[in-house]
């Protein structure tokens, strides 16, 4: 592993973070969006009611009233039709919001998945580098004792060279003094 990989894997982690926090934004502003259209249904069912019954008083005390009332009930069907097509966009719009959910969850799935690979790859570079000191920590103990040797064989070189000056002066002082 390089860093470079590393790098490329922290690069495509921030992207996808990025596209998962403009989903989660797009996701709230559409939320949002809905709670206002059920506001707005609410206050028209209110309204439809205030006005059934209101046509249901007029046609109880007036046999005039039917006209107003038919009107109202054709005010009524129009209201509900357009309930019901607010009610298919709402729909619409809470597949398109699930949608969005599911696939927000497959990316932040993906990000953690991501970190995971990421974690296990960082641990693989530990044990590699600790591999690595391991080796070096082994041959600098090996540097160490062949220099323990290389100390030892100086001194018996040296040891050597003064007894062989012994030697040579005996020798030599032997054959001067005879």
Known sequence: MTQSSDSNRLDRIEVIVEDLVESIAELRDSQRHSETRFQNLAES??????????SETRFQNLA??????????RHSET??????????????????LQQQQRQSETRFQNVVES???????QL?????????????????????????DIVRINNEIAGLRTESLRILEHLFGSQQDG
């Open 45 to 54: 069912i209110t309204e439809l009611r205030d006005s059934q019954r209101h």
């Open 79 to 96: 209201r509900t039709e357009n309930l019901a097509e607010s009610i298919a966009e709402l729909r619409d719009n809470q597949r398109d």
């Open 64 to 73: 005039e009233s039917i006209a107003e009332l038919r009107d109202s009930q």
């Open 124 to 148: 693989e570079v530990q044990q590699e580098h600790l591999q690595v000191l391991r080796i070096v920590a082994q041959q600098q103990n090996e540097i160490v004792r062949t220099n323990n």
């Open 115 to 121: 970190i995971a690979r990421l974690r296990d790859s």
